[in-house]
């Protein structure tokens, strides 16, 4: 297990023509695991409710993981109060020829809190294909702040 993860971003965002856009660049870091950080160059585009994006790995602590590439789409809607229900179907497609790829699936309801950042609270779950044993739901709170 990695414990726990802290993302770190930096990036651009912006609207062009009601087209939004956002590009930047992800450290991913598991302070209690040896190797597990990693970086990736992400971009993402949207419109109205729904958003796909692309992001590819272009370092990592284990190199069989560079070259890696993500897409998703999502949407989001508001439900009441300032929550937003949002929902997530990604796929990733390895650089090494050994490696398989994986599906992932987040359900997540969120809210701004104003000076104090956005909460969340998160259902995620990847396919047998990454973990045939089981254990494939994750529950998760996060928080993110913006500068």
């Not at 160059?41 to 560079?66: H, R």
């Not at 047998?128 to 998760?140: K, Q």
Request: aromatic residues 10%.
């Amino acid at each position: 297990t990695v414990g726990y993860e802290t993302d770190l971003y930096g990036g651009i965002s912006g609207e062009m023509n009601g087209v939004g856009y956002d590009a930047g660049v992800i450290f991913y870091t598991y302070p209690t695991s040896q190797d597990g950080n990693f970086t990736e160059i992400a971009v993402s585009a949207s419109m109205g409710m729904v958003t796909v994006g692309l992001a590819s790995v272009v370092a990592a602590d284990d190199d069989t993981l560079e070259g890696d590439l993500y897409y998703y789409i999502s949407a989001g809607v508001d439900v009441m109060d300032g929550m937003t229900l949002s929902g997530t179907i990604g796929s990733t497609d390895p650089d090494a020829a050994d490696a398989d790829g994986y599906t992932h699936v987040n359900l997540s309801l969120g809210k701004g809190m104003g000076d104090l950042g956005d909460f969340s609270l998160n259902l995620d779950t990847i396919d047998e294909a990454l973990n045939p044993n089981g254990d494939n739901a994750t529950v998760s709170v996060a928080w993110s702040k913006g500068f």
